[in-house]
């Protein structure tokens, strides 16, 4: 992938961090990062349900692309054996590091790139990324370095906006059709074995072709490999599990 579409990638989000220009409103860094962690989770009120922060006690967690940091306190507030976070930005991690200093709290944080995770083989016990890694330009090796960090029988909670989802909508219209982006993307599913990485079916549950149900606690074990192309620099958001 070029080096011109991954400096891409950073620089948008070097400008401004995702809820920065929105929601991070107030005279300080904490009403500022307060402001934003509300409307985060007044507006998506099911991020609480998915992660199940306080299933961290105790282990080693990472989380891939810390944004602004709100998810990334409550995973500090609830005592993981260890706690590590990247993003491809400076700003996030900036914006991150100041967020857990407010509140005494730590992580190992750092400017890295999802494409190629600086931590060594089967580190951790359970890897997070919320509307993440669909912006790397090469999301499918993304997806493997999840798996590759991930211990055996350990859990990644990865989500990626579908395309044809209300939010995928909402967004596509947001920053790609009136930005005057488009894409086309495609599709595939992995599962963490002792072996590495197997395919799986497609789900069938509400979000994707085909509806149907499915439970929403599959999403522990099962991994979405996503593979998005756009025709301008900025990868757009297209992809949920």
Do not use: N
Request: hydrophobic share 35%; proline share 5%.
């Amino acid at each position: 992938m070029s080096t011109e579409a991954k400096q891409a990638v950073h620089d948008f989000w070097e400008r401004a961090s995702c809820g920065e220009e929105a929601y991070a409103r107030g005279g300080s860094s904490r009403e500022r990062l307060e402001a934003q962690a509300r409307a985060r989770y007044e507006l998506e009120p099911y991020i609480r349900q998915f992660a199940r922060f306080e299933s961290g006690r105790g282990l080693d967690v990472l989380e891939v692309g810390v944004g602004m940091g709100a998810d990334h306190l409550e995973w500090a507030r609830h005592m993981p054996r260890s706690l590590s976070g990247i993003d491809l930005t400076e700003r996030a991690i900036e914006h991150t590091a100041t967020r857990l200093a407010l509140y005494g709290l730590h992580s190992d944080l750092r400017v890295a790139d999802a494409e190629k995770l600086p931590f060594r083989d089967a580190s951790f016990d359970l890897v997070y990324s919320w509307g993440v890694l669909h912006h790397s330009p090469d999301t499918s090796r993304a997806v493997r370095e999840v798996l590759r960090v991930l211990r055996p029988g350990g859990v990644a909670r990865v989500m990626i906006y579908h395309a044809h989802s209300m939010v995928g909508y909402m967004l596509w219209l947001r920053y790609a059709l009136l930005a005057g982006r488009s894409t086309k993307c495609q599709l595939v599913r992995t599962r963490r074995t002792s072996t590495g990485p197997q395919p799986v079916r497609r789900p069938s549950y509400p979000g994707f072709r085909g509806g149907g149900r499915r439970h929403p606690r599959a999403a522990e074990t099962d991994k979405a490999e996503h593979q998005c192309r756009t025709d301008r620099d900025k990868p757009p958001f297209v992809g949920e599990i």
